[in-house]
């Protein structure tokens, strides 16, 4: 008897779950996009991306307006490629909730320093991303970045920086001090980097991008040891360059 009793209590169950999915099914398929939620992960002093500026690329795209348009229809998945392709968006992901949202989350780029191509006319400025690859400043507002200068910036037909560059940048991102302290950097034609200073005045011969932590430890050795008795304007030009030598003038 119970066994029975058992078997009709899991029929009943089977039964009502399936027209609970029914159900649902059919009101998510006349269900209609009641609103768009856009969530925006930037960078502090980096905010290149709005909300409104996502909703007028959508515009662009879905002339009839995405809103009061059934959630059937809306391609989730066409909206996150498309997004994904935008220069300035790292990471994005696009859904659909029950009550009729359309939620768009993104990540935009980090930028860590402008570069100023000499070799391209009147020096055409970029962004430089975390990942080394560059994008046109054209259209988009100044941010205040640690500035690279020099004709050989970057490989791969310009399009992203030297490996050997992006690793010298990240070191001296992680470090606050350096963060404050190094201005600008300079790429000669030879590969060979130049640092312009913050406090001080002086410039730094830094040397190819090699062997960056040992230099930097020569370098720190020169702030906390040789600037505090001679003063931050004793010299005009600190030389890293060469191995086990830290050369001021």
Known sequence: MN??????????????????????????????????????????????ITVQGILDLLQATYPISLQKTRLK?????????????????KSVLV?????GVLTISLETKYFIARTISLMEPNGTEAYLDEKGSLIALKGLPRLRLLVITGKNITTEKRKRADKGLLELLHYMHRDPFWQ?????????????????????????????AENI?????????????????KGWNAYHLVNLEFKNQLVCQ
């Not at 058992?6 to 996009?33: D, G, I, M, P």
């Not at 229809?73 to 968006?89: C, E, G, M």
């Not at 030879?190 to 040397?207: A, V």
């Not at 932590?213 to 008795?229: A, N, T």
């Open 3 to 48: 066994q029975i009793l058992n078997r009709v209590v899991a029929l009943f169950l089977t039964v009502s779950l399936c027209l609970s999915l029914l159900f649902a099914q059919e009101k998510h398929t006349s269900l209609v996009c009641k609103d768009i939620a856009i969530s925006i992960k930037a960078y502090p002093n980096q905010s290149l």
């Open 73 to 89: 229809t809306i391609d989730t998945y066409a909206i996150q490629d498309q997004l994904s392709r935008h220069p300035l968006i």
């Open 95 to 99: 859904y659909k909730t029950w009550n």
């Open 180 to 208: 404050r302290q190094i201005t600008s950097l300079q790429v000669e034609d030879n590969g060979k980097i130049i640092l312009g200073t913050q406090i001080g005045g002086h410039q730094i011969e830094f040397g190819k």
């Open 213 to 229: 932590e040992e230099k930097f430890q020569k370098l720190w050795l020169f702030y906390s040891q040789v600037m505090p008795y």
